[in-house]
């Protein structure tokens, strides 16, 4: 690096003064401590979900519903399939509207309505989570007093939108505009362009952009509080109107509880929630790191 | 056969813009529908206490008085709190990254900066339960204990370990993530130009950094700080399970309180009159507009004030 270079007033050691030398060090020494301060909580989270998350995680976690309140064992298999479910409906919706909506502002700059879908989608991107639970609530549970499940995937999907815009706006931009200009001038309509040449070649960066929304999402709690609910049975129905059982509403539940028995499976489903975020995290970093 | 050909790539060009300008106006749509949803379903509640709702501060469920005042009040005081805890931890941090750890130490560093932002925010809260709210609980013990720390007001609170206290803390721990990941993007856009001239007059390392290169990425930073500021006002599951959840305003820094969101996170589903559900639906639509108005907001600062290239 260009500051390694040794200037004049080092050598003589009569430049610096000693008071500027000593406020270099201490603030180098602030910045190191700064550091060390702000990775502290990420390590004591990873000890305490690994250590107590791996003296909880059985066969039976995976296997078993949930026991009534203050027994012990039992697991969580019905969350762990509601999560997948409602998480998997959401990603439709996010992948279908968002890259719908970043192939808009990338290939048609030229469209009035563009700016506009820009600036919503980055707005959207703000909004918290738990407000759109109560849009999803008064949108579908309000009107229909049913399709809980349905509504939880549809406030992720709202959430996962943005995010996926972003990345496929971003990432088409990426593609060169020579890549365009050869398809056209192949005859090949605009729409295939876009849709056998372009779309293909952002592939992986728009993979990285949905397993991030998926990442993020899935590990959401909020949004299903007054939507899926949470339930103690099978219950894999999306469109019924009964609670549906989800991992981050598990821990959620059973962290509030006032038995101690049930702490186990909410460090239990932490880990694996944790791991699967982490997961589809690092797929997401070695989709982009291939380019 | 070349005519027919044509007409008929141009239909399915129409066909496919069609097609894409639909997912284009349903996020517009998306957005629409969510501020006219909580419109009407706060009508309720605004119509009954009118400019009131957010000046009154009573939260009576029996006798179906509603003020947002409370939360609003809870919501500001631990983001602001949590943002400038984190600022003061997370800038160092973003300059540590950028200016002084080698590349091997400094992708890793800022990689597991990044991973706090990956951790669910109900896990965050399930960890505070369980290690932070005791630890908080023993202080408030101690602080109860002390004959000369008992005369200071606002550090009596019933010693739960819940409150904003602990509910700061959590959230500042949450946001360091944002603002650093930010602060690190706009660092690393600082010309080289600008450090070598400042070396070039003798600068020492940290003279480079204060007068060279954060009063340039400044603006940046601040617009990331905005940014953060969006994701604590929001933060919902981690905060409302350490803050105590009393519906009342906080007169120490361990008073047990509530924030918009988590009001919204324990009541809305155990609510008992439509007059409550109302205003609960109020304080969200309140919580859209104030994260619509704020990430507006810090995109503007973060696109006028920085070099070209950020976003």
């Known amino acids: 690096m260009m500051s390694s270079g040794v200037r004049p007033n080092q050598i ?10 000593m406020k270099n060090s201490l603030m180098a020494g602030l910045m190191v401590l700064a550091t060390l301060i702000v990775l502290t909580p990420l390590l004591l989270i990873f000890y305490f979900l690994i250590v107590n998350g791996i003296q909880s995680i059985s066969w039976d976690t995976f296997t078993q519903l949930p026991r009534p309140e203050g027994e012990e064992g039992g697991g969580f298999a019905n969350a762990i399939a509601g999560s997948v479910i409602i998480v998997g409906m959401a990603t439709l919706l996010g992948v279908v509207v968002g890259i719908g909506g970043g192939v808009m502002i990338a290939e048609y700059p030229e469209h009035r309505l563009v700016p506009a879908v820009r600036l919503i989608s980055d707005v959207l991107s703000g909004i918290p989570a738990i407000v759109m639970g109560l849009v999803a609530y008064t949108l579908i549970i309000a009107e229909f007093k049913t399709f809980r499940g349905f509504a939880a995937a549809l406030a ?35 729409w295939r362009v876009i849709y056998s040449i372009i779309l293909p070649a952002a592939r992986s960066g728009i993979i990285t952009g949905v397993m991030l929304a998926i990442s993020r999402v899935s590990g959401e709690a909020a949004p299903l509080l007054f939507t899926a609910l949470g339930s103690q049975f099978w219950q894999l129905n999306p469109f019924s109107s009964l609670g549906m059982a989800a991992l981050p509403l598990e821990i959620y539940n059973r962290a509030n509880s006032p038995f101690p028995s049930s702490l186990p499976l909410a460090y239990a489903a932490s880990l694996i929630l944790v791991v699967m975020v982490f997961l589809t995290t690092l797929i997401a970093r070695f989709a982009t790191r291939k380019k | 056969m070349q005519n027919s050909r044509k007409v008929l790539s141009s239909r399915s060009d129409q066909y496919f813009k069609g097609l894409i300008l639909l997912l284009g106006v349903a996020i517009i749509a998306i ?120 005369k200071i007001p606002w550090l009596m609170s019933a010693p739960t370990g819940r409150g904003l206290f602990t509910a700061i803390l959590v959230l500042s721990i949450m946001v360091i993530p944002y603002t650093a990941s930010v602060a690190r993007d706009v660092i690393r856009l600082v010309p080289a130009d600008q450090r070598e001239a400042a070396y070039a007059l003798g600068a020492t390392k940290w003279e480079v950094i204060s007068m060279a290169i954060l009063p340039y990425a400044r603006a940046g930073i601040f617009g990331g700080v905005i940014l953060s500021l969006g994701r604590a006002l929001g933060e919902t599951m981690a905060v409302t399970m350490v803050i105590g959840n009393n519906n009342a305003i906080p007169h120490g820094i361990f008073d047990a309180t509530n924030t918009m969101a988590s009001v919204i996170a324990t009541q809305f589903q155990e609510a008992t009159s439509d007059l409550q559900l109302s205003s609960l639906l109020g304080i969200g639509l309140l919580l859209f507009i104030i994260s619509v108005i704020v990430n507006y907001l810090a995109r503007l600062i973060i696109a006028r004030l920085t070099p070209k290239g950020i976003k």
Not at chain 1, 12 to 21: A, N
Not at chain 2, 84 to 108: D, G, H, N, R
């Open chain 1, 156 to 190: 992720l999907g709202f959430i996962m939108i943005p995010i996926v815009v972003r990345t496929t706006e971003e990432v088409l931009k990426l593609v060169p505009q020579t890549v365009r200009e050869a398809g056209l001038a192949l005859g090949l309509p605009k």
């Open chain 2, 31 to 150: 957005f629409g529908l969510s501020l006219y949803e909580l419109l009407v379903g706060g009508w309720d509640a605004l119509k009954t206490y009118g400019a009131g709702f957010l000046s009154n501060t009573i939260w009576d469920v029996p006798n179906e008085k509603f003020g947002a005042l409370t939360f609003i009040v809870g919501t500001l005081i631990t983001s602001v709190a949590a943002l400038l805890i984190s600022v003061l931890l997370a800038v160092p941090a973003a300059i540590f990254v950028t200016e002084y750890a080698p590349k091997w130490l400094s992708e890793p560093v800022s990689y597991l900066i990044e991973l706090l932002a990956a951790i669910p925010s109900v896990i965050y809260g399930l960890w505070a339960i369980v290690t932070l709210v005791p630890l908080v609980q023993k202080l408030q013990l101690a602080i109860v204990m002390d004959p000369n720390l008992q």
């Open chain 1, 12 to 21: 003589k050691g009569t430049g610096l003064s000693s008071g500027r030398k």
